[in-house]
Nanobody, 122 residues
Framework: VQLVESGGGLVQAGGSLRLSCAAS????????MAWFRQAPGKEREFVAA????????YYGDSVKGRFTISRDNAKSTLYLQMNSLKPEDTAVYFC????????????????WGQGTQVTVSS
């Protein structure tokens, strides 16, 4: 599975962005997917995860109520809708995939994208 993120950029606090992750490979519709992020000088942080059907979703506490993860299996694409953005959301956002079940633990994902930068100005 190859993963390519897009949609990052610079936005003012309170604004919105939608990240996309295009996946290649025959198993996207059977893969658990997630987003992680890493800010400069900080550890990588779990953002959100979704199972193959979209029926099971998890969010990190810092984004709950503001971010929405979704997927379109017909397009082999994962999304992250980010609303009410804060400066502390500034980070590189990574799309990840797993042949297993969704988890909040990064070690649970075998495939990683290169990341897309999100910068939120105050």
């Amino acid at each position: 599975v190859q993963l390519v993120e897009s949609g990052g950029g610079l936005v003012q606090a309170g604004g919105s962005l939608r990240l996309s992750c295009a996946a290649s490979g025959p198993t996207f519709d059977r893969s658990a997917m997630a987003w992680f992020r890493q800010a400069p000088g900080k550890e990588r942080e779990f953002v959100a995860a979704i199972n193959y059907s979209g029926g099971t979703i998890y969010y990190g506490d810092s984004v709950k109520g503001r971010f929405t993860i979704s997927r379109d299996n017909a397009k082999s694409t994962l999304y992250l809708q980010m609303n009410s953005l804060k400066p502390e959301d500034t980070a590189v956002y990574f799309c990840v995939a797993s042949r297993g079940i969704p988890t909040r633990v990064e070690a649970g994902y075998e495939y990683w994208g290169q990341g897309t930068q999100v910068t939120v100005s105050s």
